[in-house]
């Protein structure tokens, strides 16, 4: 059974960065989807990011206006989500999910399974 397990979260100042890691354990993440998500309190959830299983397909939600970098390394079993320029309105818990068999990725399919979240807090 897959587990995905989130990390790297935290509080950082508006500007600063940081880098979530969803790290896979159970089984070998080479043949997944893997989407990052987030949701903010009293919003709905929001596909940000994903990355095919073979790490050549990707995509990026249009608000993120390209401070968001997502990227695998299947021999460590972790996908990453680069994220730099944070402003206060990308506070929320963020979720890794993986999503079985797809060479291209899309926020919209069917993700069976989900880490328990990281949250990110960007604030003055």
């Known amino acids: 059974q897959l587990q995905l397990v989130e990390s790297g979260g935290g509080l950082v100042q508006p500007g600063g960065s940081l880098k979530l890691s969803c790290a896979a354990s159970?089984?070998?993440?080479?043949?997944?989807?893997i989407g990052w998500f987030r949701q903010a309190p009293g919003k709905e959830r929001e596909g940000v990011s994903c990355i095919g299983s073979r790490g050549g397909n990707t995509y990026y939600a249009n608000s993120l206006e390209g401070r968001f970098t997502i990227s695998r390394d299947n021999a460590k079993n972790t996908v990453y989500l680069q994220m730099n320029s944070l402003k206060p309105e990308d506070t929320a818990v963020y979720y890794c999910a993986a999503d079985p068999g797809r060479v291209y990725c899309s926020v919209k399919n069917r993700y069976d399974f989900w880490g328990q979240g990281t949250q990110v807090t960007v604030s003055s």
């Open positions: 159970g089984v070998t993440l080479d043949y997944y989807a």
